[in-house]
């Protein structure tokens, strides 16, 4: 058998076993050095391969894709630093537990350290952001079970625990071209089954336990924060209203679209809490069950650190340690549906003032913040505006920075299926174009809400989208630069603050539109806003609405909905935030 051969199988069978271990979804970035794997994966039918130029776009269109089938995609790239750009994607998987597999390709190990091109250190590149790593054989004769063991385990490492991205890499010598004529290639006798996957639960005793400690005690409060599981909310909706607490739901924890009842759902607590009587106000709370990672909203974790008597309860899939505020927390290890499920029977119905007084605080809030203010176009005004004109069964995918926060504060609860996602994992900016495009990839309806610096950082991400024929509506914020230093200490020291944070583009960005063979729409005003998505909605492919606001009227703008909240807030509770006790 001859090298060629003994390649050809070894790809093969590696290739097969991903697909009967469940992936569906490849992503190649082209090279020489993976043309083995490129090619065996672009010549299965049984997984659907997408090629994109740039490396860190492969990387974040692959996050978007795996985000929303909530499944592993594999990434293929040549050597060398083809492999190093998918870091940034990497990171993004790892702390948002999205299942990525990443098999690089690699130079053979007599050309690694020996000045060889293309030849970088590969081993372990990811470092602790890969929940696994395995360095292939060189491909040989009799070795196909070899590779099925390792793609199977791939798969189950991408998985396991809480999902995540695991690197396998293939030393690969010449010649690279595999011989797809050779007979016996594909699915042979042996193939290692997809496991079967159960869910972490807790002892009956321990969910009584829990119960004891929550009955009688009517000022709870449960948490939600951002989360990939469709029906966690319900659940966590049942237990709420068995509870007769409330619901902080942050746009990513699944809990503001939708047909549930959402009665318990409280959507403008962050506003709530930047009024400091509110925050004294809420320390009444006896418990807070947090479901989650910590939800986007800062005013939320300055107040959790400035809790003292109320008991803290993080309830998480995975034995982690998410909780950034450093107050005493009990971790509850237990898949989240299936805690809510069990602890149900064992609860007693608890009262309703509370909750009813917290409906009041999130109505008047409502009042203020959705207010409007004239025919200019403000981002919050913006986005009230879009969540009423997505439509059913859509995604909204949100960009770091200043819209998330936009998305928190002005999205309501809307009784339609509306999934609001973003890439909260290391927040960053990078990769938020091609995210969207990768979740577009699944055929769902996207937006995408993004500012004009993520924009720009990202605009190779387009690419995809016309070369696949992908709809994706962009709704772009363009404030001429980096709206959220705005509110940071720096932007009091006008020497440095433009060249150093509100970075000016100054850049007519409907060309980049233009170039990738999108429509591009200005709005200036809310009713060109409204007539500009409408009509993008319509149409097929990329399609960008470009309002243009201003970074210093967003400023005064935010602070003076705060302001006239803090009063309606003092009105309410009163200056002395213990008058219910």
């Not at 060629?4 to 469940?22: K, M, N, P």
């Not at 201003?550 to 003076?560: F, L, P, Q």
Request: glycine share 8%.
């Amino acid at each position: 058998m001859n090298y060629t051969e003994q390649l050809t199988r070894y790809t093969t069978h590696f290739i097969d076993q991903l697909a009967v271990s469940g992936v569906k979804h490849a992503v190649i970035s082209p090279g020489s050095r993976s043309t083995p794997l490129a090619m065996t994966v672009a010549e299965y039918e049984g997984i659907r391969h997408w090629v994109q130029l740039d490396e860190r776009s492969a990387g974040f269109f692959a996050v978007g894709l795996a985000k929303e089938k909530q499944e592993p995609v594999v990434l293929i790239c040549t050597s060398g630093t083809a492999a190093a750009n998918y870091f940034p994607a990497v990171v993004e998987a790892y702390y948002s537990r999205v299942p990525l597999i990443i098999l690089t390709a690699d130079r053979p190990q007599e050309l690694r350290d020996a000045g060889a091109p293309q030849a970088i250190d590969q081993i372990r590149m990811y470092g602790s952001y890969a929940k696994w790593f395995h360095d292939m054989l060189i491909p040989e004769e009799n070795k196909e079970i070899y590779a099925r063991k390792q793609a199977a385990r791939s798969v189950e490492e991408s998985l396991r625990s809480h999902p995540g991205p695991v690197q396998v890499n293939f030393p690969l010598r010449e010649p690279l071209m595999p011989d797809f004529t050779v007979d016996g290639l594909w699915r042979g006798d042996t193939v290692f089954p997809e496991p079967k996957r159960g869910v972490r639960t807790l002892q009956e005793s321990e969910v009584a336990q829990y119960a004891e400690r929550f009955n009688g005690k009517d000022k709870g409060l449960i948490v939600c924060g951002p989360h990939t599981d469709r029906e966690t909310g319900e659940r966590i909706e049942a237990l709420a209203e068995t509870l007769g607490v409330p619901v902080f739901a942050d746009p990513l924890s699944r809990m503001r679209g939708g047909k549930t009842s959402k009665a318990n759902v409280i959507t403008h607590y962050d506003s709530l809490l930047r009024s400091e009587r509110f925050g004294d106000w809420l320390e009444q709370a006896d418990y807070v069950i947090r479901f989650g990672a910590m939800p986007v909203s800062k005013a939320y974790l300055k107040w959790v650190k400035r809790t003292k008597s109320t008991e803290m309860y993080v309830v998480d899939s995975d034995m982690s340690y998410r909780e950034p505020a450093e107050v005493p927390t009990e971790f509850i290890w237990a898949d989240p549906s299936t805690f809510c499920e069990s602890l149900l029977p064992y609860l007693d119905k608890g009262g309703t003032e509370w909750l009813e007084e917290m409906q009041e605080l999130d109505r008047a809030a409502a009042d203020i913040m959705f207010k409007a203010e004239g025919e200019d176009l403000y981002e919050g005004e913006a986005v009230y505006e879009l969540s009423g004109l997505l439509d059913p069964g859509s995604v909204l995918f949100v960009g770091n920075s200043m819209p998330i926060r936009d998305v928190d504060t002005f999205f309501p609860a809307v009784n339609r299926e509306i999934d609001i996602l973003a890439n909260r994992g290391a927040n960053g900016i990078d990769g938020v174009t091609s995210t969207a495009a990768g979740l577009a990839a699944s055929g769902r309806n996207v937006t995408l809400l993004t500012g004009d610096i993520s924009f720009f950082h990202d605009m190779n991400g387009l690419h995809a989208v016309g070369r696949y024929d992908l709809d994706l509506t962009i709704v772009l914020f363009n404030n001429n630069g980096g709206g959220i230093f705005s509110y940071l200490p720096q932007a009091s020291y006008p020497d440095h603050y433009e060249t150093l944070f509100g970075t000016p583009l100054d850049l007519e960005l409907e060309h980049a539109t233009r170039m990738y063979k999108g429509v591009h729409r200005k709005a200036r005003t809310k009713q060109q806003f409204v007539e500009a998505i409408n009509d993008a909605s319509a149409e097929k492919g990329l399609s960008v609405v470009e309002a243009m606001v201003s970074r210093e009227t967003h400023v005064e703008y935010h602070r003076n909905k705060w302001s006239l909240l803090d009063k309606r807030v003092r009105e309410k509770v009163g200056d002395d935030a213990s008058h219910s006790e």
